[in-house]
């Protein structure tokens, strides 16, 4: 298991191959999904190769990284960069199961994850994308600095860009 970042609450890791298990559940819970333009994932053999295909840390030396509890090691879901070819710009993502929203886990890890991409890789800014009516990922992005760009149509919807420059 090789960890990426600790807060005070929390370890980022890179995903491992059991992994899969929690992808799969994380994205069949239509809640979690809601906002992000992805599908479910159709059986727990496809997030598991989903897993196994993930190349972000090779290459590009970041990427989403699984976050877990410190203090039992649950998987709570996922915080990261991610570099958009098309756009070529660094996006920050978080997903988190259902059951640990309005802790500050999002906020906490993204935090971590903006000052981490900064720091150990002299990015001189970071996106973030959110569904207008993904309330809870606009003020995670609000709580982190970033600052409103533009409204835009993304994934068919409306939806706002941030972006946090590197000072």
Same mark, same amino acid.
């Given at each position: 298991m090789k960890i990426i970042l600790e807060t005070e609450r929390l370890y980022l890791r890179e995903f491992k191959h059991s992994d899969g298990f929690h992808f799969y559940?994380? *994205?069949?819970?239509?809640?979690?999904? =809601?906002? #992000?333009? &992805? +599908?479910?994932? #159709?059986?727990?053999?496809?997030?598991n190769d989903f897993i196994? +295909?993930?190349e972000e840390? =090779?290459?590009?030396?970041?990427?989403?990284?699984?976050?877990?509890l410190k203090e039992t090691n649950e998987f709570l879901g996922w915080c990261g960069l991610k570099f958009d070819k098309e756009k070529a710009a660094v996006d920050l993502g978080y997903r988190f199961n259902k059951m640990h929203w309005g802790r500050g886990y999002? #906020?906490?890890?993204?935090?971590?994850?903006? *000052?981490?991409? !900064?720091? &150990?890789?002299?990015?001189?800014e970071i996106v973030g994308r959110a569904h207008i009516g993904n309330t809870a990922s606009i003020e995670v992005l609000k709580k982190c600095n970033f600052? !409103? +760009?533009?409204q835009f149509?993304?994934? +068919?919807?409306?939806?706002?860009?941030? #972006?946090l420059k590197n000072d």
């Open positions: 559940h994380l *994205n069949n819970d239509i809640e979690v999904l =809601k906002y #992000t333009g &992805n +599908k479910s994932f #159709t059986s727990l053999e496809a997030a196994f +295909k993930y840390y =090779k290459n590009n030396g970041f990427g989403r990284w699984a976050v877990c999002a #906020t906490e890890a993204a935090l971590a994850c903006v *000052n981490y991409g !900064f720091l &150990n890789f002299n990015l001189t600052i !409103f +760009k533009k149509i993304y994934d +068919k919807q409306p939806a706002v860009l941030y #972006t």
